[in-house]
């Protein structure tokens, strides 16, 4: 199974994805921590999440390679997050085919897999290229794993709606 949870930054999606890859893992799942340590404010953000989950989860890190990451794991894999991922591959001057190509790889898996993602859909349109070019990536990449999801759940200020 393929789970998407979509929703705007700090809107409670990975609480809500953490939650449901614990009900459906019958073992310890595996969090696949995409965000590549930036700078004071990304680590300490990255500390939280990791004392959040508490050992509830097998953590492995991993920016950019998730289909033979996932690949390798056993039990469910809840992707964290799919957003940072692309903010990654863009910084390693990956473009939109290299990333939709490596997408299609991760959901091509037999293993189920739960990703988070932020709608960028509501965003304002930005004076900055980098950041339009991430935000129509994003966008298109999100309208492509939501088709080939099982499941979609997007997240607003907590409350969880499944929208597939």
Not at 15 to 34: C, F, N, R, V
Not at 51 to 62: A, C, L, M, P, Y
Not at 73 to 89: G, Y
Not at 133 to 146: D, H, M, P, R, T
Request: glycine residues 4%; neutral net charge.
């Amino acid at each position: 199974m393929k789970t998407l949870f979509i929703g705007g930054i700090k809107s409670g999606k990975s609480a809500q994805a953490e939650k449901y890859t614990l009900k459906l893992s019958g073992q310890k799942p595996i969090y696949l921590a995409t965000t590549e340590f930036i700078d004071v404010e990304m680590e300490q953000k990255i500390e939280k999440h990791k004392q959040n989950r508490k050992s509830d989860f097998i953590t492995v890190e991993e920016p950019l390679s998730l289909a033979n990451t996932i690949a390798q794991q056993e039990s469910v894999v809840l992707v964290e997050c799919v957003s940072m991922w692309v903010n990654n591959m863009l910084f390693h001057k990956k473009d939109y085919a290299d990333i939709l190509l490596e997408m299609k790889k991760v959901l091509a898996l037999k293993q189920d897999i739960v990703l988070v993602l932020n709608d960028v859909g509501g965003s304002v349109v930005s004076e900055s290229i980098l950041a339009r070019e991430f935000v129509n990536i994003s966008g298109k990449l999100s309208q492509y794993i939501a088709s080939e999801c099982d499941e979609v759940y997007h997240i607003i200020a907590g409350i969880v709606n499944r929208i597939k």
